[in-house]
């Protein structure tokens, strides 16, 4: 079955430092990808929609400059967290739409927890 | 804006017992989703729902979705420790394929 493959599953980095995190799917071609991220105890919040080939859409309030996307092949798309702060801390979590049994369905990557010191 | 609202948000149910965790949702919508989540981990798909009516079952877990009310319950019979965990409802913005709404998330704690 489809799966997606994202690293690194946790990341401790300094205050300023910015940090990538890979989202891949491993056995089918993804045009889009999602990203969310959810902080402890809540529910998952979409950030942005991931493109292959141009660029990401992102949701109202999430700064792009921010959080880079990068989508540069049909199975990987990239998110930077550049200059990342301890209000970015949380546990992000990426997506994309493949096929399974009952026919098109989403897979979630398993999801990176980042803490900035 | 669609808005996704689960209740209730937290449960502490016996074992053996059954409960009922229910899924509103503010506007239509192609797809429902069920997904349940233990800490630190990511999300477990459980069920997609696809038409008023639907109603699928696995193990001590049946979903429906009643459309026409906006509504999906996931019911839990006989519940066991195994099924303690986050489950969240997910609803399809319309129009963008496959882009979520979720829940805020029920947390269901199962005692022995």
């Known amino acids: 079955g489809a799966v997606v493959s994202q690293h690194p599953s946790r990341v401790i980095c300094k205050s300023g430092t910015s940090v990538k995190i890979e989202c891949r799917s491993l056995?089918?071609?993804?045009?889009?990808m999602f990203w969310y991220r959810q902080f402890p105890k809540q529910s998952l919040m979409l950030m942005a929609t991931?493109?292959?080939?141009?660029?990401?859409?992102?949701e109202q309030g999430v700064e792009k400059d921010k959080f880079l996307i990068n989508h540069a092949s049909l199975t990987l798309s990239t998110l930077t967290v550049t200059s990342a702060h301890p209000e970015d801390s949380s546990f992000y979590i990426c997506?994309?739409?493949?096929?399974?049994?009952?026919?098109?369905?989403?897979?979630f990557g398993s999801g990176t927890q980042l803490s900035v010191l | 804006e669609l808005k996704v609202e689960q209740n209730p948000l937290f449960l502490s149910m016996q074992e053996g017992k059954n409960y009922t965790i229910y899924c509103n949702y503010s506007?239509?919508?192609?797809?429902l989703y069920w997904y349940r989540q233990d800490p630190g981990k990511s999300l477990e798909s459980l069920f997609v729902?696809?038409?008023?009516?639907a109603v699928k079952q696995e193990g001590r877990l049946m979903a429906s979705l009643d459309t026409k009310a906006r509504l999906s319950t996931l019911h839990i019979t006989a519940a066991v420790h195994d099924l303690s965990a986050t489950y969240f409802c997910?609803?399809?913005?319309?129009?963008?394929?496959?882009?979520?709404?979720f829940g805020t998330g029920t947390r269901l704690q199962v005692t022995l």
């Open positions: 991931s493109n292959e080939g141009s660029k990401a859409t992102y």
């Open positions: 729902l696809l038409s008023n009516g």
């Open positions: 997506s994309a739409r493949g096929w399974g049994l009952e026919g098109e369905k989403l897979f």
């Open positions: 056995d089918f071609q993804a045009t889009t």
């Open positions: 506007t239509t919508s192609d797809r």
């Open positions: 997910a609803v399809d913005i319309p129009g963008t394929a496959s882009k979520l709404t």
